[in-house]
Antibody, heavy 113, light 107 residues
Framework: QMQLQESGPGLVKPSGTLSLTCVVF?????????WSWVRQPPGKGLEWIGE???????NYNPSLKSRVIMSLDKSKNQFSLTLTSVTAADTAVYYC??????WGQGTLVTVSS | DIQMTQSPSSLSASVGDRVSITCRAS??????LDWHQQKPGKAPKRLIY???SLQSGVPSRFSGSGFGTEFTLTISSLQPEDFATYYC?????????FGQGTKLEIK
């Protein structure tokens, strides 16, 4: 069974940049799949951030599009999320997923000075 | 954006009960809807994909139905481990959108 594992700083300063990586185990990031990011503010619901295909094509949520970049690193079998100009509203658990079917365990990112 | 409206927002039920959760889409989404279960402190887990297909390993007491704008998740006989929050997700149009969630609690 495929597994996904997020990693990155748990604390980011306001106006800074959030950077997370998702490593894929027991599967290939080069497979015919979309690789997604979803987030969940504390005590709230789920928000789709966007996705990247193995070819590098991306789709982003328009609400975040101006601040989001997703990328792939096939040599490391991982994909990444970059979110710029963060505010307290970006504090959330961030999940990576394959096709929003296989989920990582999530990582909490807090935006605070 | 397609708005997904779940009802009820919360539900109290007993072990053994049959319960249903509804998700309505603001526009038709064919069968491009999944149901996910989330327990406190854990990642979501997909139960149903394509509106009615059971994810491998998910107990058969879970079932999904619907097409177009109205969808239902049914649990035929609640078990203690089913008390959780359930979300629908549409992946017909970008941006993908989730329902607000239904919290299923023990009565």
């Amino acid at each position: 069974q495929m597994q996904l594992q997020e990693s990155g700083p748990g604390l980011v300063k306001p106006s800074g940049t959030l950077s997370l990586t998702c490593v894929v185990f027991r599967g290939s990031i080069s497979s015919n799949s979309w690789w997604s990011w979803v987030r969940q503010p504390p005590g709230k619901g789920l928000e789709w951030i966007g996705e990247i295909f193995h070819s590098g094509s991306t789709n982003y949520n328009p609400s975040l599009k101006s601040r989001v970049i997703m990328s792939l690193d096939k040599s490391k079998n991982q994909f990444s999320l970059t979110l710029t100009s963060v505010t307290a509203a970006d504090t959330a658990v961030y999940y990576c997923a394959r096709g929003i079917g296989d989920w990582g365990q999530g990582t909490l990112v807090t935006v605070s000075s | 954006d397609i708005q997904m409206t779940q009802s009820p927002s919360s539900l109290s039920a007993s072990v053994g009960d049959r319960v249903s959760i509804t998700c309505r889409a603001s526009h038709g989404i064919r069968n491009e809807l999944d149901w996910h279960q989330q327990k406190p402190g854990k990642a979501p887990k997909r139960l149903i994909y394509a509106a009615s297909s059971l994810q491998s390993g998910v107990p058969s007491r879970f079932s999904g139905s619907g097409f177009g704008t109205e969808f239902t998740l049914t649990i035929s006989s609640l078990q203690p481990e089913d008390f959780a929050t359930y979300y629908c997700l549409q992946h017909n149009s970008y941006p993908y959108t989730f329902g607000q969630g239904t919290k299923l609690e023990i009565k």
